[in-house]
Nanobody
Framework: VQLQASGGGAVQAGASLKLSCAVSGRTFSTFFMGWFRQAPGKEREFVAG????????YYGNSVKGRFTISRVNANSTVYLQMNALKPEDTAVYYC???????????????????????WGQGTQVTVSS
């Protein structure tokens, strides 16, 4: 399974960006998909996760109300719409995939790196003040 994240860039505070993650190699429509981010010197942080049918969605507390995760199974792609960006959103953003049939059931599980088997290479997002 290969995950290719794209869409990062350098923007000013208050701007928007939309990240994409294209998945190949297995049936995307069965995966639970997640986005994480990692800032320099910090732990990798859960951003958002979405079940195979969009029926379960989870967000990290720091992005609730500003970021939206979505997916298009026909395109094998998951998206992260990021609005009202802040300098503290600066990080490398990673997409991740979990082939587990059972959905996480809680943000604690969805936010655990151990829940995911596959990871993309990351895309840099830089937000200046």
């Amino acid at each position: 399974v290969q995950l290719q994240a794209s869409g990062g860039g350098a923007v000013q505070a208050g701007a928007s960006l939309k990240l994409s993650c294209a998945v190949s190699g297995r049936t995307f429509s069965t995966f639970f998909m997640g986005w994480f981010r990692q800032a320099p010197g910090k732990e990798r942080e859960f951003v958002a996760g979405i079940a195979w049918n969009g029926g379960s969605i989870y967000y990290g507390n720091s992005v609730k109300g500003r970021f939206t995760i979505s997916r298009v199974n026909a395109n094998s792609t998951v998206y992260l719409q990021m609005n009202a960006l802040k300098p503290e959103d600066t990080a490398v953003y990673y997409c991740a995939a979990s082939p587990r049939i059972r959905t996480p059931g809680s943000v604690v599980v969805a936010g655990s790196k151990r829940y995911y088997d596959y990871w993309g290479q990351g895309t840099q997002v830089t937000v200046s003040s």
